[in-house]
């Protein structure tokens, strides 16, 4: 199916989501902060779109897909990227080999996310930060009931008009109906092992920016307290492109 989508994903998409793409994308990179120097692991990349945004900074990034026809696209698109074909369930990289991994919009595809989550928690380092960026549930009434009928009715002109492959995107509104609210995706990224779990809503929660770390070794915590830090945390910043001040933020849980 996402082959048959690939030459016109970017557009359909940005048409779809009238512009809040790159607002997303935005904040989806201003979230995983990717430092000179780093490797970062893009996964469910597609055409290489949020690749290439990563890459800006100087991070090594790693662009991984499971649809051959969205890497050939990508690596026409983005030469300097390195695309794999990779199974998000079965990752082809070793433990601990990254420093920074991500998904966005990619997460709800998977077969099993748990267990995708638990194979992005074991290629981060001790320390690593994952970033999420998913469709998710509105909070408010007014914006779901807006949201769906949207959906329904509005969005299958525009994709008869802007896809590829128009009778493929009856898929994406199906998957986004059916995957689970913010607190729930919070719960899974805290049961794969992920500590300081939190969730930003994006677009009145449309969208909503996941984040967690991979917990340091005691020994680390320790010496981590006695010398504090000096290099940035992986906090969710306010995108400054965000609609409004009122929008509905939440902590999926506490810390820990």
Not at 43 to 51: E, I
Not at 104 to 122: H, Q
Not at 226 to 252: F, Q, R, W
């Amino acid at each position: 199916m996402f082959d048959g989508v690939a030459r016109g994903y970017d557009r359909t998409n940005s048409v779809l989501s009238m512009g809040n793409s790159l607002i997303w994308r935005i904040a989806t990179v201003r979230a995983v902060a990717p430092m000179k120097g780093e490797k970062v692991l893009d996964l469910a990349a597609g055409t290489g779109t949020s690749s290439a945004a990563l890459a800006k900074g100087g991070a090594e990034v790693t662009a991984a897909d499971f649809s051959p026809g969205m890497i050939e696209v990508g690596r026409k698109k983005h030469p300097g990227i390195t695309f794999v074909q990779a199974d998000a369930m079965n990752l082809p990289f070793a433990d601990g080999e990254f420093d920074a991994a991500t998904i966005s919009f990619g997460l709800r595809n998977i077969e099993d996310p748990r267990k995708a989550l638990a194979e992005m928690y074991r290629v981060l380092k001790p320390g690593g930060r994952l970033i999420i960026c998913e469709f998710s549930k509105p909070p408010r009434a007014i914006f779901r009931v807006g949201y769906s009928a949207y959906m329904r009715f509005i969005m299958p002109t525009i994709v008869d008009v802007t896809s590829s492959n128009s009778e493929a995107y009856s898929y994406l509104n199906e998957s986004i109906k059916d995957w689970p609210d913010q607190t729930t995706l919070s719960t899974w990224i805290r049961g794969a092992g992920f500590t300081r779990v939190a969730y930003r809503n994006l677009t009145a929660g449309v969208v909503a920016l996941h984040r967690g770390r991979k917990p340091l070794p005691a020994a680390a915590r320790s010496r981590s307290k006695a010398t504090p830090a000096t290099g940035t945390t992986a906090t969710i910043p306010p995108a400054s492109t965000e609609p409004t001040s009122a929008e509905p933020t939440g902590t999926g849980a506490s810390q820990s």
